[in-house]
């Protein structure tokens, strides 16, 4: 069945960085645009990156761009996201998921960016 796995989340300071990874599994993962959300306390899941198939387009959610970079193996099945310039904003569980697809969501990654 389609699963996915994120890791890479942690504690880090405001100005630092994350790398995310995303090992999906279940469907032919080069045949999918996917994504990436994020919940954060008291907010509801928000879409924040998206990339095409074959990695040709790609779109950010306005408080992440020229911070976030999102990017996929297909080779691996994997899905990557760079977060640079950490805000406490930012502060949120990140999931990632086949874009505009009901698929079940994995265990998410929590993020937590504090001093």
């Known amino acids: 069945q389609v699963r996915f796995v994120e890791s890479g989340g942690g504690l880090v300071q405001p100005g630092g960085s994350l790398r995310l990874s995303c090992a999906a599994s279940?469907?032919?993962?080069?045949?999918?645009?996917m994504s990436w959300y994020r919940r954060a306390p008291g907010k509801e899941r928000e879409l924040v990156a998206s990339?095409?198939?074959?990695?040709?387009?790609?779109d950010y959610v306005d408080s992440v761009k020229g911070r976030f970079t999102i990017s996929r193996d297909n080779a691996k099945n994997m899905l990557y996201l760079q977060m640079n310039s950490l805000k406490p904003e930012d502060t949120a569980v990140y999931y990632c998921?086949?874009?505009?697809?009901?698929?079940?969501w994995g265990q998410g990654t929590q993020v937590t960016v504090s001093s």
């Open positions: 998921k086949r874009t505009s697809r009901s698929d079940d």
């Open positions: 279940g469907f032919i993962f080069s045949a999918f645009a």
């Open positions: 990339i095409s198939g074959a990695g040709g387009n790609i």
